[in-house]
């Protein structure tokens, strides 16, 4: 294994769980796209690492691998019902999970943007990169996105 990579897993490790958590809908699944995701990152490290920035690179095979994976599950299911976070909710275990589940209940586009900058702090010109977008485009799915979590999700007391 490159040392370079097993740095770079190191490092970049919890935030890809962290973001794969926001995207996938079971964490388990979430677990194994990121398991994937590194396996394939792996076996490219020469060109990635290479590259000019191996974070987008990655980052960008965790959002197309999540939405892939996403599409498979969906096909042939009813679409998942809104999700709606109970009055009162706070930061337990719980109440992160309904959060992460009304993420992934967003349409693409808003999920992977909001995911992008919340869970793993990325700047707008950054998930543009990642998601091959403009960063306005961005900037339009996150407020939409955070718009629909708003009302979703009610605000702390």
Known sequence: MSQGFEEFVVRRGPALQRLARGLVPDPADAADVVEEVLARALLGWRRIGDGADPVVQV???LVRESAARRRRMVRGRRPPAAVTVPP??????????????AVRALPPAQRAAVALRHLDGLSDERIAAVLGTTPAAVRADADRGLAALRARVPSPS
């Open 59 to 61: 980052d960008r095979m």
């Open 88 to 101: 009162g909710a706070g930061n337990g275990p719980d109440d992160r999970d309904a959060l992460f589940a």
